[in-house]
T-cell receptor, first 111, second 114 residues
Framework: GNSVTQMEGPVTLSEEAFLTINCTYT??????LFWYVQYPGEGLQLLLK?????DKGSNKGFEATYRKETTSFHLEKGSVQVSDSAVYFC??????????FGKGTTLSVSS | DSGVTQTPKHLITATGQRVTLRCSPR?????VYWYQQSLDQGLQFLIQ???????AKGNILERFSAQQFPDLHSELNLSSLELGDSALYFC?????????????FGEGSWLTVV
């Protein structure tokens, strides 16, 4: 079945450091891929998405490229801020099915 | 603000009881999803409705049921509650549930079973 695997956390970084959170997926065909973010005490917010191979999603300085050849959708940011501290979820959906989420990666950024 | 409204935000109830969680989707969205988030299970898909009809079922227990009404709001009913049902329950909505549609989440309903 379809599944998403993302790197275990927590990820602890200093402000202005480079961030990568790895995400790989298993699915037949061409799923749509998403990154959602959950700030402390809040719901899930869509961060970015990509719907076809080689698409790059970007938002708020975060980027992720849909790589069909490696079945990956790694999240990157060049310079993280304390306000980026949150839990990040990689997810996929295919053929109108509900989102399937990874287990989430906690990011903690210190000043 | 995602436009998805969930009530109540917090709920504490006893084992064996029944509760109803309510969700109003974004204006114009026809598809509604329910998810459960717990520390041990992560984010689990429960059920999806599209324009009043059940479209997909995930890991929903038989003690749980849901429906989507003609005005498109949805309710998730949880009965014979157990301690392990304590979790954050999210409602989400999308335009028509097609692949590539953005799915927007509400802020969740925190359920504590004591």
């Amino acid at each position: 079945g379809n599944s998403v695997t993302q790197m275990e956390g927590p990820v602890t970084l200093s402000e202005e450091a480079f961030l990568t959170i790895n995400c790989t997926y298993t699915a037949t065909g061409y799923p749509s891929l998403f990154w959602y973010v959950q700030y402390p005490g809040e719901g899930l917010q869509l961060l970015l998405k990509a719907t076809k191979a080689d698409d790059k999603g970007s938002n708020k300085g975060f980027e992720a490229t849909y790589r069909k050849e490696t079945t990956s959708f790694h999240l990157e940011k060049g310079s993280v801020q304390v306000s980026d501290s949150a839990v990040y979820f990689c997810a996929l959906t295919k053929a109108g099915t509900a989102l399937i989420f990874g287990k989430g990666t906690t990011l903690s950024v210190s000043s | 603000d995602s436009g998805v409204t969930q009530t109540p935000k917090h709920l504490i109830t006893a084992t064996g009881q029944r509760v109803t969680l309510r969700c109003s989707p974004r204006s114009g969205d026809l598809s509604v999803y329910w998810y459960q988030q717990s520390l041990d299970q992560g984010l689990q898909f429960l059920i999806q409705y599209y324009n009043g009809e059940e479209r997909a079922k995930g890991n929903i227990l038989e003690r749980f049921s849901a429906q989507q009404f003609p005005d498109l709001h949805s309710e998730l009913n949880l009965s014979s509650l157990e301690l392990g049902d304590s979790a954050l329950y999210f409602c989400a909505s999308s335009v028509d549930g097609s692949t590539g549609n953005t799915i927007y989440f509400g802020e969740g309903s925190w359920l504590t079973v004591v």
